[in-house]
């Protein structure tokens, strides 16, 4: 079946702009994961949902990260007034449900590039 | 609050030879351990995980790792590397109080000489 998709899979835009970066799971998923990955680093966690809420949001590193997930599907990553230390793979990842240990599902990341 | 270190960022070994990547953790509550993989542009995959029970696990292509409460390590190792194996492995972790929370180390890119 289809695994987690995002979209798009490169996004450059210029310091100070909006950024929406989109996360589509694999279906019957209910959890879904948000992390950022910089150079040379592992994923870094940045929010959680569990259905249409969020569940735990302490990897947001500042008020310019917000995550909506209105359907408890698809979930989209808005970032405002982007800086150059945002540039980062963006990755989602999705799990069947909240239990202890349940895999989660990487999808390929969005690579954000910010000028 | 967990964190994990992988001490090698680098591991270069020739093909058919054994394999340890090494990854340490800290955490003061229960945890759950796991390393991901990483081929190239390819992305994330869990390669094996450890939750209870028998502390040995292993993943389906000969890798296996141990965990290890009085070290707290969590090496991965593998007896005989194929050229298929080169990658980028990340040990993570999740405490049972926030499972969903994973925590990865910094990765360690393995790569296979012929």
Redesign the interface.
């Known amino acids: 079946g289809a ?2 998709s995002q979209t798009p899979s490169n996004k450059v835009t210029e310091k100070g702009k909006y950024v929406e970066l989109r996360c589509d799971p694999i279906s019957g998923h209910t ?1 879904l ?1 948000w ?1 950022r990955q910089s150079l ?6 940045l929010i ?1 949902f ?1 259905g249409t809420g969020a ?2 949001d ?2 947001l590193p500042n008020d310019r990260f917000f995550a909506v997930r209105p359907e408890g599907s698809v979930s989209t990553l808005k970032i405002q007034r982007t800086e150059r230390g945002d540039s980062a793979v963006y ?1 989602c ?1 999705s ?1 069947l449900g ?12 969005t690579r954000l590039t910010v000028l | 609050a967990q964190s994990v270190t992988q001490l090698d960022s680098q591991v270069p070994v020739f093909e058919e030879a054994p394999v340890e990547l090494r990854c340490n953790y800290s955490s003061s509550v229960s945890v759950y351990l796991f390393w991901y993989v990483q081929y190239p542009n390819q992305g994330l995959q869990l390669l094996l995980k450890y939750l209870s029970g028998s502390t040995l696990v292993e993943s389906i292509n000969g890798f296996e790792a141990e965990f290890n409460k009085s070290q707290t390590s969590f090496h991965l190792r593998k007896p005989s590397v194929h050229i298929s194996d080169t990658a980028e492995y990340f040990c993570a972790v999740s405490g049972e109080s926030s499972a969903s929370k994973i925590i990865f180390g910094s990765g360690t890119r393995l790569s296979i000489r012929p």
């Open positions: 695994g987690v959890a994961y992390y040379g680093q592992g994923p870094e966690f959680y569990q569940a735990d302490s990897g990755l990842a799990s909240p239990s202890k240990g349940d895999t989660q599902y990487f999808g390929p990341g």
